[in-house]
């Protein structure tokens, strides 16, 4: 039997003694990984999911808010030397009135190579063919939960501009892992797309620009400044840091909440462990009776304070790991996505960011530990003539 | 015969200085041969326990000498006396003072824990001293199922489990009946005579009545007599 052993036995045999603290560790580590987690796996999503956007995107604001932009500008940017491809998107929130809900719709030029291949990546099954031989679109899980409910489950009736329903026909339901973008959309055709968002034939949500040479990106900015002077200009680098920097903010205000409230638990465990029990002193003043000296009673309190925070610690993480990959919809994706307007069918992709959780270790074990360090030391001077009493 | 406990002058006095102050030894002066069976009588209070734990180096006299197997027990440091516990003493109590949670096995090696011994030695020694105990079909038994007979075995038996030269017993028979008592005496006896040197604070006549060679100190209110 070594400290690490006696610790051990001490712990499980007076597990209803220390099974609080247990409790309250585990359910912090549980709560900060739950958050690593969630926005660990959310940014490594949105980082794929942006490696597949174009590199430069121009769009038209009116009163800071997105309006059509004349799709006319193409040609011209196809001219400028160093564009692979400039092509419209289509893109818009169809409202669904009967549920009160919001659709987003998606048009792809699916007559596009590579726009073609994105299909495939969301839905294995895709056969352009059939796919085009009537007006059809795909649907995301969750559209497909709420157009079941109002018996839309073979087609749905898009209510158009001159308030005509137009019939488009569900030809299939879209992966669930990429759910995480595109939970409220439905793909379809770009020029179904526009009739139903009421654009223009010459009108597009925005221009995607595909530029080979990443270090040409700046020079190519300023020719479209030329170009279309008054319109935004997002590169791809841009989306990154927007989507870093609000995932940041939300990850920094839980942080601070985290610590505030952690040490909160190591002040109440500080007080708790430093009042030593009349068991307690008995116990300990064995010990220093039968030679056990200070420094060996710190290491036996030390052994059970880490093997505490060490087993707290990898529950707390294989917890949060399975409710987070393995339950969907959980409130920790709400936090950070918001409520959405439809029923939320996401499942998030596991990943594990290893430096977050060194983090999460010197912020919670290591400051855990030093507050053992204290009534360790203090419990470990109690006069061992109580063994004598 | 050397002597394995030397006092000289001896004084415990607590909250000196003090409307509290307390002069709990006074001038005490004995010695304790080695290979000696030697019993602190005196009634409730009298500072039995209290000269037992200052031979013990669990409490510090605020004046005189001290010296246990040559060592100066009472100006040694904390760390040092621990250690000098482990390695020379085995304590035996009146409350048995085992780890009711503990089974008799661990309680047996809980006193090698700081030592580094090796598992497998550990193991060996604590069940040699159990068989010797008469308690090694009780070795995986919670210490709380214990009878008292058998606690104060196990007891005994956690004391050897350094090898101890000198075994300070305090009150090892009042929460015993007489057969247990017996028993107890027994052990202790067989340890003597193998070399072990006993000292034991006790107000039980059954010491008198079963130990050959005994020696008794007197002692009351703090002074020996």
């Not at chain 1, 995107?57 to 040609?75: G, L, T």
């Not at chain 2, 001038?27 to 069976?37: G, P």
Request: proline letters at 3%; a neutral charge; one cysteine or more.
């Amino acid at each position: 039997m070594n400290f690490f052993k006696f610790a051990s036995l001490t712990l499980i045999r007076n597990l209803s003694k220390n099974i609080v603290i247990f409790i309250f560790f585990t359910l912090f580590i549980f709560i900060a990984s739950s958050f690593i987690f969630t926005s660990s796996s959310l940014q490594n999503s949105l980082d794929a999911e942006l490696k597949g956007q174009p590199d430069i995107i121009i769009q038209h604001k009116k009163a800071s808010r997105n309006h059509p932009i004349d799709n006319s500008i193409v040609d011209e940017i196809n001219e400028i030397p160093g564009v692979e491809k400039a092509y419209e998107r289509v893109f818009g929130y169809y409202f669904f009135d009967t549920a009160n809900r919001y659709i987003n719709v998606i048009g792809i030029d699916f007559l596009d190579e590579d726009q073609e291949k994105q299909i495939k990546h969301l839905y294995e099954n895709f056969d352009l063919k059939v796919f085009m031989q009537k007006d059809n679109m795909l649907i995301s899980s969750a559209v497909k939960k709420l157009f079941e409910q109002y018996y839309y489950d073979k087609f749905f009736n898009f209510i158009v501009e001159d308030e005509e329903p137009k019939k488009v026909y569900i030809s299939g339901v879209f992966d669930k892992r990429v759910n995480l973008f595109l939970n409220d959309a439905v793909i379809m055709d770009i020029a179904i797309a526009k009739d139903i968002l009421g654009y223009e034939e010459n009108e597009a949500s925005e221009i995607g620009i595909v530029v080979p040479n990443k270090l040409e990106i700046d020079n190519i900015v300023q020719k479209l400044l030329v170009i279309t002077p008054t319109s935004k200009i997002i590169t791809k680098n841009n989306m990154y840091k927007y989507s870093h920097e609000l995932y940041d903010y939300k990850g920094g205000i839980f942080l601070s909440l985290f610590i505030t409230s952690f040490l909160g638990f190591l002040v109440i465990f500080y007080s708790q462990a430093s009042s030593i029990s009349g068991p307690g002193k008995k116990q300990i003043g064995i010990l220093r009776a039968i030679g056990w000296s200070i420094n060996d009673i710190i290491k036996w309190k030390m052994s059970e304070a880490m093997i505490v925070s060490f087993v707290s610690f990898l529950s707390g993480i294989l917890l949060s790991y399975f409710y987070i990959f393995l339950f969907k919809n959980n409130i920790f994706v709400s936090i950070f996505l918001g409520s959405d307007n439809v029923y939320k069918d996401i499942s998030l992709e596991p990943f594990f960011d290893i430096n977050s959780f060194a983090i999460l270790f010197f912020i919670t074990i290591v400051p855990y530990l030093a507050s053992t360090l204290h009534p360790a030391w203090k419990s470990s001077i109690a006069d061992p003539t109580e063994a004598v009493k | 015969m050397t002597n394995v406990i030397e006092i000289e002058n001896l004084n415990l006095v607590f909250s000196a200085h003090t409307p509290r102050e307390f002069h709990a030894l006074k001038n005490i002066s004995m010695q304790v041969k080695e290979r000696e069976f030697c019993i602190l009588k005196g009634v409730s209070g009298s500072g039995k326990s209290t000269l037992l734990s200052v031979m013990g180096a669990l409490l510090k006299p605020t004046s005189g000498k001290l010296e246990v197997f040559s060592n100066p027990v009472s100006k040694m440091p904390d760390f040092h006396a621990s250690t000098f516990r482990r390695e020379h003493l085995g304590f035996i109590f009146q409350n048995f003072n085992l780890f009711d949670e503990f089974t008799v096995l661990e309680n047996v090696q809980t006193a090698l824990v700081p030592t580094n011994t090796p598992v497998a030695q550990m193991k060996t020694r604590a069940l040699e001293l159990l068989s010797l105990v008469n308690l090694e079909t009780k070795k995986n038994t919670f210490a709380r199922n214990l009878s008292g007979g058998e606690k104060q075995r196990c007891a005994i038996a956690r004391a050897l489990i350094n090898n101890p030269k000198l075994i300070l017993a305090d009150e090892p028979t009042a929460n015993l009946d007489r057969k247990n008592s017996e028993n107890v005496i027994e052990i202790l006896t067989k340890l003597n005579q193998n070399g072990t040197t006993v000292l034991v604070a006790t107000h039980d006549e059954i010491f008198e009545q079963m130990v050959p060679n005994l020696k008794v100190i007197h002692i009351k209110e703090g002074m020996l007599l």
